[in-house]
Structure formats: C-alpha cells, structure tokens
C-alpha cells in the first residue's frame, strides 16, 4: 500500500503544475477520519502534525487515483451507465434509491436558492433561475427543478440516457419548455456557456469523475458570480466502504454492484478543499441516510456516509495572498448550518 | 329563535338485513389500456394538472381549495360536474329539505376558503345542544358545551353550501375552470411504468365526444362513485334495510319556527310515509316522538333504577331533558325518501387517481358525519398535494404522497364509520335485551362529560 502511495506522490509532483493553487491534503487516514473543517490555517497546523511532511517542502502531493487528465469523463463509467439507460425511470429497479432521493436533495436545491433569490413567483418559486444539472442521467432531479420554474439543462455524456431523459420529459409541456438535455461533457459546455448559470448541481457525480480539479475548473467557469454549486456525494471512510460498497452493493442490492469505487470517493474536507482553492466558499456540509427498509433518505448530523454540500462561487477572483486573508474570516467553528 | 338537531335513534320498524357486498374486481393497480393510434403530443389546452369529476359540495370545496393553494397557483385545475351551475342571488323563501351538519373543523375549512362569510350571508343555524333519547326507555344523552355559548356546529342546506362554493370559484376563474351538464362517459388509465408510444396520464372521455387528459384525477362523484368503478378499487358496502325521509317542519312552540327532519325508516314505512297527506303525516311525526308504545315494564323499571344509581352517584350530571316538540305542519312539496347503507373503499388511492367524500365513505346520517367527512379528505388532500408541488412532484405519479392521504384518512374515518354503523345496529331493534344495554349505555355516557366531551371532540374535527 505504501509503495503506491509513494509512486503517486511522485507522480503527483510532476503534475502540479497544473494546479492553480497549492493543494494540500492530508495523507494519514488519523487525520482524515478527524472530520474538523480545515480551513487554509487549519491545515498548515495539521501538516506539522503530520509525518510525512517533516523535511519536505510546503508543496506536498495529492493522494489519488484518478489519472490527472483534462478530461472529467471516465470510460470505463460511461459504459457502465451505457448499460443502465434505459432503467433509470423504473421507480422499483436500480435507481429507485435515486428516486427516493430527491425527497431530500430537491428541497435542500430549492430552499438554499430561495435563501439567495427569494421566492420568484407563487407556484413557481424559483422561476427565472438557470440551473446546469451535470451527469443528470434520466433526468431524475432535472424534472423536479424543472417544476419548480427554474430552466434547467441536463448534461450527461451517455447518450442513451439523455434520450431516456429527453423521451420521459416530452409528454409534459411544462417539462417540455423549460428542461433540455445534451449529450455532453462539461468541458464542451464550460467553453460555450462562460457565467451562464445561477446554479450547478452535481448530485452523485463526483464519485464517478476522472479528474476533479478540471470538474471545478469547469463549474467555476459556468457559474455566476456568487451562483451556487450543489454537490451529493459519498464519504472516504471505513463506514462509507462498509454501508456504501458491501451493504448497499453486495448485500442488499441497493444498488447495482460495481456501481461505485471506494477509491473515488471523498471526504467532505478534501472536496471543500479543493472547491476552496477553485474560488469557492463552502456554506454547508450536511450528513444524509438512506433506511434500507423505508426506502427513504433522511438528513442527520454525520456525514460519514453520504453528503451534500453547498457552496457558493466567489464574488471576486482570489489572488493568492487574499487567500489567506479570507480564509481568516472563513475559520469559524461550527460553520455548517443546521437544518432541521 | 331556537332550533336544535335531533338524532332519532329508535327506529320505527323491524327488521333488519345487511348484505354485504364484496366487489373484487381482480384487477391489478392501474389497469392499462393504450391507445396506440392516440397522437403522441396531446393539445395543451386539453391536458389538465388535475380533474375533479362531481360538483357536489366535496368536489366544489376541492376545487376550491386548490385554486386557492399557493403552492399550486399556476396549475391548471378542471371540476367536472352533471349537473347545472347552482347559484342563488337570495335565498328561496322555502327551505330545502336536505342538510347538512357542518362541524367546527369543516366550518374552519369554508372559512378558510371565503365560502364561509356566503354561507353566513345566506342562511345557517348554528346549534348549541343535541338531546338524542331512545323510543323504547326514557333514556336520553345530551350534548352540549359547558355554557351553551360555543355552538357545536352548524346546520346547513346543502344548496347553501354548493352556492357559496361556487361563487367562490368564480374569483379562480383564471386556473380553476368549471364544465357544468358534463357527463363522463369512459375512464383511461395509464400504465404505472412508462412505455414509449403510450399516454401517461388519465384520458377521461365526456358524453359529448371531447377527450381530456389530466395528470391526477379527483374522484367526487357520490356513492356510486364511476371512477371508483372503473377503477377496480374493491368496496366494503352493504344497503341498511332503511330508507331516510327528510321533510322541513313548523314547529308550534313559536311561530315561525322551523325544522328539518331526517326520518330512518324501513322502505316500506318510508314509502306509507311519503302518501300521507299533510296533517296525518304531522300526526304521525308526533306520535312517533311521543308514544310510548314500545316501553316495556321491565325496560321502564330497569331504566329508572339504573338513572337513581347514577345520580347518587353523580349528582351533577347530565343537564335538563328538553321535552320534544310538537309539529304543527311540514313545509310545502317537502318530502323526499333515498335509500341508506353503508360503503368503504378498502383503497383511497390509484396510480394518478384519488377519490374523496361518498365516493370514499358512505354513512348512515343519524350522526351528520358523511359531510365532515368528506371535508376532512378535501383538507387533507389539498396539504399534501400542496406539499409534493412545492417538492417539485409530478401530482399524480408519485404514490408516496398519496398513500399518506390515504393511510390518514382511513385511520381517522374508520373508527367514525364503525362507531355510526354500531349505533344504527345497536338501535334498530327492539328486543329487550338490547334495549337493555343501550338504556344503560345511554344514561352511563351522559353521566360521564369527559366521555362526552371526546366523542364531541372527535367529531368536531
């Protein structure tokens, strides 16, 4: 395992250069089960603690198993989806946790869009809003917003699943008019549609990406000044391998096996992290559960498992000195909202 | 003036035979039946968020009530109705002959929708005491608030109601549109699951050869309810061996003082009652409320040694018999007769279908439940589709949301629904025995106020 770990690293150094900012992320799985929000700051101090940082110089490599590429799209992903495009409106097959979802992901989009905006319009409460949903499959979260008023355009780069999306919308005008598909990555996008969006939603993407750093690059660059980037996502940890791999896949089929890669996953502090460092602030982090037996999500505390994070793309582009000075203001304990 | 509701319990006739009637139509959820030569894209203006099929006073209020949602502005919502549009610019000199007692939650309901202040304007009778007393003993409950000043509920002329609502639905008119003399004469539904080439929403076909569609339909259209029908949702339901005769009466203590009447009978009786000419048919009211014929020795002895043990007992209880009054003349070409029984969809629910009100629940009236009933669905319904639009939930589809209307209301018109038909069991006959036990059931609940106070409770809800 530490062999790996060290052919990485090298691997790592040559690569930085692609990295806007310094990255850092702790290497000591101690550390990471820590869960404490690192802040800039707050990680400088980890970093002493930490063992492998003595002697070396501040930029230290990243852990991962994504080939840094510049490209988000991961083939051997896109064929495993291939095969389930036409299941994904099934309310009782492999999706149906996805479904069951929305429960939760839907109001969190909505309510933290109202916050910001206000309600638009009785009935139709965030209409006028332009919301970019990246890796939409079927459309499962698509439809929804779109109901709610916001025009939404659903991005995936199976195109059988855009057509399942773009079939299962057509028999409803209001869908009609107000959520398109594309058959696309969001690279391609991020070139045409520079600041085009209010809001991105990337809702069990992340864990299925190739390269994450170019996922941010991209959303920063779609995304109004001070839009909203909504992520779910899975955790790193022994629980998430746990429930989220051997229990969810293997044993009680939750999902198709093989849908997910422990590898791919990560913690909330490493996404904040690196979204910090692409000119984001991270506003909440939130714990969800899913009840094998009730089929149903529910919010809690924990975010060993699943998350949702909001965050919210800066006003100003951050020049390297300021980031440390904003950091500063950010260090505050306890930042994560508690929703009830 | 000085009105006030009188339950008859004592039933003036024997005989009793309940058939039960199971309808399992075997059929699976959501019996499909596609239209392959159906144009793929429906006409927008044809395609509606929901149809509510019956204009009755549930299926206005409906329409009423999502109209005014806030989360459900925009949606665009049709109340389909057989009939012709009820309104009334002054209320007829006459009374009509049915009506409905409208609890203080129905009556919250109404309010909420502007139809309350119509009603109010038009003509309704709040009613502070019920005296409910037995033919065959001198048992008797009363109910009534601690100080007579709270009414416990209202009495309304059903006409009154639908007039008020409808004028109600004049102010939507812009999203909640209204098709009266419309008769549905074929239900489609869709499939649960979607397939390609197939419609997946509810086609309702009208007598005059248009094609609607709609994404939830609202059943509201009564006991013989045809979207409960064509459905294939099962239904609990037995005829009582009674018919009800309702009339409105003048009462001689004031003058000017009038009644209505709800008469359970059996058919036979109802039918004699309904040749009477006028005055026998006033002489026969009286004696029915004044005759002691069915009194036995042993029921009378047994009563009023049970009614001195109780106040020793409990001295303070119950509060002054109300001698019933004597009828001096019914109201003209006042007499209708309609059949009773009982009905229970053991389903509320369908794949992009709901039913509410009698097509849901049928009741017998001695309690005045059936409308409270049926408002309570309306109120329930509107919360939880106003919850799944604002969720961003197509109405129809999704049966999470709709199995908590009815897993809710089931839980709460059950027990209203066993609790009447055991009282109409309980009183329709005379044999000793069980004169007995209701004569001491009776009095034992009338000397006990917080008991009273519950079943008050409850149905005030």
Known sequence: MYSKKLARLAFGVLAESTFKCPLTRSVSSRVNAARSLCSWTLCLHHRQKNQLSEGFSRRLTRLNVRTVSQTTVDPAEVRKFQAMASKWWDLQGDFAALHSMNDLRVPFIRDNLLNMHGIQQLGKPLAGLRILDVGCGGGVLSEPLGRLGTDVLGIDPVEDSVRTAELHSSYDPDLRERVRYQACTLEELAEEEAEGFHAVVASEVVEHLADLDAFASCCQQVLKPGGSLFITTINKTNLSYVFGIVAAEQLLRIVPSGTHDWEKFISPEDLERLLESFGFYVEAIRGMMYNPLTGAWSWQQNTAINYALHAIKCKEEPQPGQVWAESENLDKPGRATNYS | ?461
């Not at chain 2, 106040?311 to 003349?329: E, F, I, K, N, T």
Request: hydrophobic content about 40%; glycine content about 6%; some cysteine.
């Open chain 2, 1 to 461: 003036m000085f009105t006030f509701a009188k339950a008859r319990l004592a039933v003036l006739g024997t005989g009793r035979r309940c058939v039960a009637l199971r309808a399992f139509s075997g059929a699976l959820r959501g019996v499909a039946s596609s239209e392959s030569n159906e144009e793929s894209s429906t006409s927008e203006n044809q395609l509606f968020d929901v149809i509510i099929s019956g204009g009755g006073m549930v299926g206005t209020a409906m329409a009423c009530s999502l109209g005014l949602d806030p989360n459900l502005a925009g949606k665009k919502i049709l109340l389909l109705e057989a009939g012709h549009k009820k309104e009334m610019d002054r209320v007829p000199e006459t009374y009509s002959t049915r009506v409905s007692s409208i609890s203080p939650g129905s009556a919250t309901l109404l309010s909420g929708l502007g139809a309350w202040d119509h009603i109010a304007n038009m003509r309704c009778k709040p009613y502070n005491k019920m005296q409910v007393w037995d033919a065959c003993s001198d048992a008797l409950i009363t109910f009534d608030k601690e100080n007579l000043q709270d009414e416990m509920a209202y009495i309304v002329e059903n006409d009154v109601i639908v007039a008020a609502l409808t004028k109600q639905l004049q102010t939507l008119s812009d999203h909640v549109k209204v098709q009266y003399r419309t008769k549905v004469v074929k239900y489609t539904w869709p499939r649960p699951y979607h397939v390609s080439e197939s419609i997946p929403w509810v086609q309702v076909t009208l007598a005059n050869g248009k094609t609607l569609h709609t994404k939830l339909l609202i059943g509201a259209d009564g006991p013989n309810s045809m979207v409960r029908r064509e459905a294939g949702i099962p239904t609990v339901k037995w005829n009582y061996d009674q018919s009800a005769v309702v009339a409105v009466l003048h009462l001689s203590e004031l003058s000017d003082t009038e009644s209505s009447l709800v008469w359970s009978t059996s058919h036979q009786h109802a039918e004699e009652l309904l040749q009477l000419d006028e005055e026998s048919f006033v002489d026969a009211i009286n004696s029915a409320f004044w005759s002691n014929e069915n009194h036995s020795e042993l029921v009378e002895t047994a009563g009023s040694l049970f009614r001195t043990a109780l106040s020793v007992l409990m001295p303070d209880s119950g509060s002054a018999r109300q001698l019933p009054p004597s009828v001096a003349g019914i109201g003209p070409k006042s007499r209708v007769m309609f059949p009773l029984g009982m009905g229970h969809a053991t389903e509320y629910i369908r794949h992009r279908v709901a039913i509410i009100g009698d097509a849901a629940h049928r009741v017998h009236p001695l309690a005045g439940q059936g409308a409270n009933l049926g408002f309570g669905d309306v109120a329930y319904l509107t919360k939880v589709l106003s919850q799944a639009a604002f969720n961003g939930k197509d109405l129809g589809k999704s049966m999470q949301h709709l199995l908590e209307f009815e897993t809710e209301r089931q839980r709460h018109n059950l027990p209203m629904m066993a609790a009447v038909d055991l009282m109409k069991r309980l009183y329709s006959t005379n044999a000793a025995p069980v004169v007995l036990l209701r004569t001491f059931g009776l009095q034992a609940t009338n000397a006990l106020p917080p008991l009273k106070e519950q079943i008050m409770a409850y149905a005030s809800k």
